[in-house]
């Protein structure tokens, strides 16, 4: 599949390397290139062989130079709530890209953004569901 | 009626300042504290500190009651935000949003923002009106429809200069409104009135039939 990730973030430069290992075709988007260190941290994963690219995922031009019209999946991952929100809606309305993926933090704006239709993951909700389960068990 | 605005920037505080003295409610949210405080220091407790794009803030507010809500930060995606919120939570029936990158413009209009304000084209047109040799100038674009309203510039190598508007086949759907000429000798065009160099067209034509109508006009 080809799948682009704006957002070089930890978690971005950790699913990149994922999806790389297995044989995707992963172009990662970061408007910073110091970001770009994260895809070769040594450790656990493999090295990163797909294209990075410096430029800002709000901005058209440089999600079609990341190849977002071929793109099949798409994956918002910086740090803001709304850049994440507006480069997927971009993805999804402008780009038609079948399947876009975008991380909110907010867990109530990413409950008004499900109910629009944008796949959302808050991390703050399931990271707190995570720990009250630990104390559960 | 009662308009929140998003955003105490200096757009943020004129446009409620005007808003304030055509008698409406005006509230403003801002994050920044010291930003808060001054401009209620300025224009009464008209200041809430919060984040317009949350869901919380924009309920301790009241937005369920706002007849209008203006997004006009510094940030596209924060104005996005704000205004889907609005709309989307609280059925605001009005929003508006600034936009910097024009770019953004379909994709705002797509996902049911009202009405998107370009800063950066605004500017561009003020400027464009202001450069001598800008053959084409737009005024006014009628949303629903396609039509413009523009401003040709005739300038001195213009081949049609000296023709009169008869002589000339402008494209379906224009037609001249006036021609502006120095020394205030304006006038409504007829079909006898004769370009001269230097004049200014104002003319009503169509997105697609501009460039057909400039170059009909000043024949290069």
């Given at each position: 599949?080809?799948?682009?990730?704006?957002?070089?973030?930890?978690?971005?430069?950790?699913?990149?390397?994922?999806?790389?290992a297995?044989?995707?075709q992963?172009?990662?988007?970061?408007?910073?290139s110091?970001?770009?260190?994260?895809?070769?941290?040594?450790?656990l994963?493999?090295?990163?062989?797909g294209?990075?690219?410096?430029?800002?995922g709000?901005?058209?031009?440089?999600?079609?130079?990341?190849?977002?019209?071929?793109?099949?999946?798409?994956?918002?991952?910086?740090q803001?709530?709304?850049?994440?929100?507006?480069?997927t809606?971009?993805?999804?309305?402008?780009?038609?890209?079948?399947?876009?993926?975008?991380?909110?933090?907010?867990?109530?704006?990413?409950?008004l953004?499900?109910?629009?239709?944008?796949?959302?993951?808050?991390?703050?909700?399931?990271?707190?569901?995570?720990?009250?389960?630990?104390?559960?068990? | 009626?009662?308009?929140?605005?998003?955003?105490?920037?200096?757009?943020?505080?004129?446009?409620t300042?005007?808003?304030?003295?055509?008698?409406?409610?005006?509230?403003?949210?801002e994050?920044?504290?010291?930003?808060?405080?001054g401009?209620?220091?300025?224009?009464?407790?008209?200041?809430?500190?919060?984040?317009?794009?949350?869901?919380?803030?924009?309920a301790?507010?009241?937005?369920?009651?706002?007849?209008?809500?203006?997004?006009?930060?510094?940030?596209?995606?924060?104005?996005?935000?704000?205004?889907?919120?609005?709309?989307?939570?609280?059925?605001?029936?009005?929003?508006?949003?600034?936009?910097?990158n024009?770019q953004?413009?379909?994709?705002?209009?797509?996902?049911g923002i009202?009405?998107?304000?370009?800063?950066?084209?605004?500017?561009?047109?003020?400027?464009?009106?202001?450069?001598?040799?800008?053959?084409?100038?737009?005024?006014?674009?009628?949303?629903?429809?396609?039509?413009?309203?523009v401003?040709?510039?005739?300038?001195?190598?213009?081949?049609?200069?000296?023709?009169?508007?008869?002589?000339?086949?402008?494209?379906?759907?224009?037609?001249?409104?006036?021609?502006?000429?120095?020394?205030?000798?304006?006038?409504?065009?007829?079909?006898?009135?004769?370009?001269?160099?230097?004049?200014?067209?104002?003319?009503?034509?169509?997105?697609?039939s501009?460039?057909?109508l400039?170059?009909?006009?000043?024949?290069?």
């Amino acid at each position: 599949m080809k799948v682009v990730i704006m957002g070089c973030s930890r978690v971005g430069a950790w699913l990149a390397r994922l999806l790389d290992a297995e044989g995707h075709q992963v172009t990662v988007l970061d408007n910073d290139s110091w970001s770009f260190r994260r895809l070769s941290f040594p450790g656990l994963l493999a090295d990163f062989k797909g294209t990075a690219l410096v430029g800002n995922g709000t901005d058209q031009e440089a999600l079609k130079r990341a190849g977002i019209e071929e793109a099949d999946v798409f994956f918002a991952l910086t740090q803001g709530d709304n850049r994440n929100v507006m480069a997927t809606q971009i993805a999804k309305h402008i780009f038609n890209v079948p399947r876009v993926i975008c991380r909110i933090y907010d867990p109530l704006r990413q409950e008004l953004y499900c109910t629009l239709g944008v796949e959302a993951i808050s991390p703050t909700a399931v990271f707190a569901q995570m720990l009250q389960k630990k104390l559960e068990s | 009626m009662y308009i929140i605005v998003v955003g105490g920037g200096r757009v943020g505080y004129y446009l409620t300042r005007a808003l304030l003295d055509e008698g409406h409610e005006v509230l403003i949210v801002e994050k920044e504290e010291s930003t808060c405080e001054g401009i209620n220091e300025e224009l009464g407790s008209i200041c809430f500190r919060g984040d317009g794009c949350e869901t919380a803030t924009l309920a301790e507010i009241g937005t369920e009651r706002a007849d209008m809500l203006i997004a006009v930060t510094g940030h596209d995606e924060d104005n996005l935000v704000a205004c889907q919120v609005g709309k989307h939570k609280f059925n605001v029936p009005r929003t508006i949003a600034r936009i910097r990158n024009p770019q953004n413009e379909t994709l705002f209009k797509k996902l049911g923002i009202d009405v998107t304000i370009s800063s950066t084209n605004v500017i561009l047109e003020h400027i464009e009106t202001e450069l001598p040799t800008h053959p084409l100038t737009h005024l006014l674009a009628i949303e629903e429809g396609g039509q413009e309203i523009v401003e040709i510039k005739i300038p001195p190598e213009a081949t049609t200069i000296g023709k009169s508007q008869r002589e000339l086949s402008l494209p379906r759907g224009s037609k001249l409104a006036l021609v502006i000429r120095e020394g205030g000798k304006n006038s409504v065009p007829t079909l006898s009135t004769t370009l001269r160099a230097g004049d200014r067209v104002i003319a009503v034509t169509t997105h697609d039939s501009e460039e057909e109508l400039r170059s009909t006009l000043r024949g290069v």
